[in-house]
T-cell receptor
Framework: DAGVIQSPRHEVTEMGQEVTLRCKPISGHNSLFWYRQTMMRGLELLIYFNNNVPIDDSGMPEDRFSAKMPNASFSTLKIQPSEPRDSAVYFC???????????FGSGTRLTVV | AQTVTQSQPEMSVQEAETVTLSCTYDTSESDYYLFWYKQPPSRQMILVIRQEAYKQQNATENRFSVNFQKAAKSFSLKISDSQLGDAAMYFCAYTSADKLIFGTGTRLQVFP
């Protein structure tokens, strides 16, 4: 079990550019979550999927953010256009059963300059 | 509003001593789960311990144990025989439906 795999680990981009973060959940996990971590706001849930279907996207900050899960083994979080205030660590997590807990990827540190 | 409160932004402990991190939460749900996660400087989120709300018995994982007081909505973490490797941010969290709601974290320092 390779765990939840996120790429890239670090991303530096210029304001206005499109950014795509990628996540491969653990095989067999049917729920996938995208979190954002900042010093000011802590860990915020952006969106989550059950069986590849978006269930709750109320945490997505604005229309510049979008997320997809085309199949059970892949999800993307896209920011277009990116802004400096989007700088944060973005985590992907997956779960097979909420009682067992959620397994997190190693995160992507995004810096928008 | 669904909230998790960790009232101690920072704590410190001497190596081999015991430390307790506090956490309170607010939920109207009757069926939920509680977790403590550890985040070392590597930023990896590591599950430390979990508790089912319907169980009265407090969970234990080696040197880590919890004091779960359901009526008070309190879920503290006790670390016994603290080790240098325990130094990290610790986050308390609970499930609301399928979502995991986090507190703001407690930074634990361990001194030799």
């Amino acid at each position: 079990d390779a765990g939840v795999i996120q790429s890239p680990r670090h991303e530096v981009t210029e304001m206005g550019q499109e950014v795509t973060l990628r996540c491969k959940p653990i095989s067999g996990h049917n729920s996938l979550f995208w979190y954002r971590q900042t010093m000011m706001r802590g860990l915020e849930l952006l969106i989550y999927f059950n069986n590849n279907v978006p269930i709750d996207d109320s945490g997505m900050p604005e229309d510049r953010f979008s997320a997809k899960m085309p199949n059970a083994s892949f999800s993307t979080l896209k920011i277009q256009p990116s802004e400096p205030r989007d700088s944060a660590v973005y985590f992907c997590a997956s779960s097979s059963n909420r009682g067992r807990g959620y397994t997190f990827g190693s995160g992507t540190r995004l810096t928008v300059v | 509003a669904q909230t998790v409160t960790q009232s101690q932004p920072e704590m410190s402990v001497q190596e081999a001593e015991t430390v307790t991190l506090s956490c309170t939460y607010d939920t109207s749900e009757s069926d939920y789960y509680l977790f403590w996660y550890k985040q070392p400087p590597s930023r990896q989120m590591i599950l430390v311990i979990r508790q089912e709300a319907y169980k009265q018995q407090n969970a234990t994982e080696n040197r880590f144990s919890v004091n779960f007081q359901k009526a008070a909505k309190s879920f503290s973490l006790k670390i016994s025989d603290s080790q240098l490797g325990d130094a990290a941010m610790y986050f308390c969290a609970y499930t609301s439906a399928d979502k995991l709601i986090f507190g703001t974290g407690t930074r634990l320092q361990v001194f030799p």
